[in-house]
């Protein structure tokens, strides 16, 4: 409570209260508890579960969940809590070099939480996700990162309905939502188009069909095969996505490139844009451009290095496979945890140019999106050990 002054009819009456200020401040500390005071605050607790920083995490099982995607699950050693459709970044020593990948999460907030486990569910497609595949057993320890990302419901804009369009492994963070739902963390009705090329490529068939309810609906969409009266048959088209939808809802969708290149055109068609879809980055892949050789000149603090470069992989993928230790989240050029120094050579982006107007005026480029198309030199932040 704050203290309220009363002012004095005389002048002299303020300096007699004065002079009393040490003996009361004095009398209010011996009435004082002499209980010691908290070791650690619930303030400081509730940040380390939503902040955990980089953690060593045991592999515990791993499920096949189609024929080129599995299920991983982590025994983390401290506790976290995400947004529903969030991801971490997964990294490992591959040949040598650390190397990291972010995936969305597959699992339910609350078993991080409380059980202290997260899952991934990854495609077999891509350097690191190709190793992991072939390669990741149960008891090997890798380093799990912050969950992070924009891809969650925000109820301050979002519609309370959504329509989650999901294409082939982009099932996972709409998966972890289903549960988000089931369990009263998220509160919001998901309606779920997820497209599929046939039964058998469905991931999560059994846990999506059990999570049913009054707030989450699911309709699978097979491309390759007939329609009855299981599956809708084709592409998610603004008819199907009319035909499910109500007058008000938002997008979000997560899958393919090429998915989301038919999805913008029905959209549009529908005069359905702008903060009312949501999609998730996909990370930057292989360019298909004639293979040459650079150099790259990186300055990490005081030390230097000169790698080898592809020119059909990333910058970052060159100083990874180099075996330097380089900061990465996104590898979409969105979060700009990558952001380097560009002091010469010619480079080309992956996609839309997500940088600030700042970053194109003084030389600055994300590695994770940008291909070297010359010998290059760059100053890149250390990345965490």
């Avoid at 490529?201 to 009266?229: M, T």
């Avoid at 993928?317 to 990558?338: D, H, I, T, W």
Wanted: charged share 25%; proline share 4%.
């Amino acid at each position: 409570m704050a203290f309220k002054f009363k002012k004095q009819l005389f002048g002299f009456m303020d300096l007699l209260r004065f002079k009393k200020l040490v003996p009361n401040r004095r009398a209010a500390f011996d009435a004082a508890s002499s209980a010691p005071l908290p070791k650690t605050f619930k303030v400081n607790e509730t940040a380390k579960i939503l902040h955990p920083g980089n953690q060593t995490a045991k592999l515990v099982e791993i499920v096949k969940e189609t024929a080129d995607t599995k299920t991983y699950t982590f025994e983390l050693s401290k506790k976290m809590f995400f947004r529903a459709g969030q991801y971490v970044e997964v990294s490992a020593n591959v040949d040598g070099s650390l190397v990291n990948r972010p995936y969305a999460i597959s699992s339910s907030p609350l078993t991080a939480l409380k059980e202290g486990k997260l899952s991934v569910t990854v495609k077999k497609a891509g350097f690191f996700s190709n190793w992991l595949f072939d390669n990741a057993n149960v008891g090997d320890e890798m380093i799990i990162g912050d969950p992070s990302g924009q891809f969650h419901y925000e109820a301050i804009k979002d519609e309370e309905v959504v329509v989650g369009i999901a294409g082939g492994s982009g099932i996972t963070p709409f998966y972890s939502m289903a549960k988000a739902i089931s369990e009263g963390v998220e509160d919001f009705k998901l309606i779920l188009l997820y497209g599929a090329k046939t039964e058998k490529d469905i991931a999560f068939k059994e846990q999506l069909d059990s999570l049913v309810s009054d707030k989450f609906k699911v309709v699978y969409v097979l491309s390759d095969e007939k329609k009855n009266d299981k599956y809708e048959s084709g592409f998610i088209t603004k008819e199907l996505i009319a035909k499910y939808a109500p007058e008000k809802f938002t997008v979000m969708a997560c899958g393919p490139q090429a998915m989301y290149a038919f999805l913008d055109k029905q959209l549009s068609s529908m005069g359905i844009g702008g903060k009312r879809v949501k999609k998730e980055a996909n990370c930057v892949s292989a360019r298909d451009v004639k293979k040459a050789e650079y150099n790259i000149t990186v300055h990490i603090r005081d030390n230097v290095y000169t790698v080898k470069a592809d020119s059909r992989e990333t910058v970052l993928v060159a100083m990874e496979r180099a075996g330097l230790k380089v900061p990465s989240k996104c590898r979409a050029g969105g979060c700009g945890f990558c952001h380097s120094k560009l002091v010469s050579g010619k480079f080309s982006i992956a996609g839309a140019d997500k940088r600030r107007l700042a970053d194109l005026k003084f030389g600055y480029i994300h590695p994770c999106c940008s291909y070297p198309d010359s010998d290059m030199e760059i100053i890149v932040p250390a990345g965490l050990e």
